[in-house]
C-alpha cells in the first residue's frame, strides 16, 4: 500500500490560489492513477478530478477551469492548483491512489 501525505492548505481569500501536494512512498508511483477528493462538514466525500498514469485528468465540474491537476513522476509527487477559490471549496482534501489516502489538508476559503 502506497504511503501519501498531502501538504499546501491553508486559509486563502476568494479569490486567491493555492497550490496542493502530494507525496508518495511508492518508488513504483508512475504506474498509479491518483486522485483528489474532499469533504466539507456535514457533506459526504467527493472527487475532485483524477489523473492517470498516462497524464490524462478529469475534474468535477465545479472545479472545472479553476483547478489543474498534474503530476511529476521523477519525484513521486502530484499536485493541485487551485485557482480562483470560493467559499465553496472549502474543505478537507485527500489524495488517493495505490490503494492508499493521505490523512488530509486543510483547505479554508474566507475572507
Known amino acids: 500500500q502506497v504511503q501519501l501525505v498531502e501538504s499546501g492548505g491553508g486559509l486563502v481569500q476568494p479569490g486567491g490560489s493555492l497550490r496542493l501536494s502530494c507525496a508518495a512512498s511508492?518508488?513504483?508511483?508512475?504506474?498509479?492513477?491518483m486522485g483528489w477528493y474532499r469533504q466539507a462538514p456535514g457533506k459526504q466525500r467527493e472527487l475532485v478530478a483524477v489523473?492517470?498514469?498516462?497524464?490524462?485528468?478529469n475534474y468535477a465540474d465545479s472545479v472545472k477551469g479553476r483547478f489543474t491537476i498534474s503530476r511529476d513522476n521523477a519525484k513521486n509527487t502530484m499536485y493541485l492548483q487551485m485557482n480562483s477559490l470560493k467559499p465553496e471549496d472549502t474543505a478537507v482534501y485527500y489524495c488517493?491512489?495505490?490503494?492508499?489516502w493521505g490523512q488530509g489538508t486543510q483547505v479554508t476559503v474566507s475572507s
Open positions: 488517493t491512489g495505490g490503494n492508499g
Open positions: 489523473i492517470t498514469s498516462g497524464s490524462s485528468t
Open positions: 511508492a518508488t513504483i508511483f508512475s504506474i498509479y492513477a
